[in-house]
């Protein structure tokens, strides 16, 4: 089993950054999946970006694609969400989640491929 916990979130101005953290503990794997999804007021759960554990590849939603970086520090088992040049509609509860394998785009956005989720950060971006 293991534990996911975010941590970074707060409130910031339109244009501003923010840098999220994910620790992970217990039992985790060299060829696991990270991945951040966020959930707006009113809205569904969406997929941001992923990487694999290794730190080679990643995927991202293309609202965040060149603002956004996810990166990982496998000696901490911490992934983390660079935030750069915010909007307000990045406001939302961000969750960081851990899945089993890599695999085409699609497969990787979607929730189900992820077992472990942390219980969620907020972050709010004022105009």
């Known amino acids: 089993q293991v534990q996911l916990v975010e941590s970074g979130g707060g409130l910031v101005q339109a244009g501003g950054s923010l840098r999220l953290s994910c620790a992970a503990s217990g039992r985790t794997f060299s060829s696991a999946v990270m991945a951040w999804f966020r959930q707006a007021p009113g809205k569904e759960r969406e997929f941001v970006a992923t990487i694999h554990w290794n730190g080679v590849f990643t995927y991202y939603a293309d609202s965040v694609k060149g603002r956004f970086a996810i990166s990982t520090e496998n000696a901490k088992k911490t992934t983390y969400l660079q935030m750069n040049s915010l909007k307000p509609e990045d406001t939302a509860v961000y969750y960081c989640?851990?899945?089993?394998?890599?695999?085409?785009?699609?497969?990787?956005?979607?929730?189900?491929?992820?077992?472990?989720w942390g219980q969620g950060t907020q972050v709010t971006v004022s105009s």
């Open positions: 989640a851990k899945g089993g394998t890599w695999g085409t785009s699609w497969y990787l956005t979607q929730e189900a491929h992820y077992d472990s």
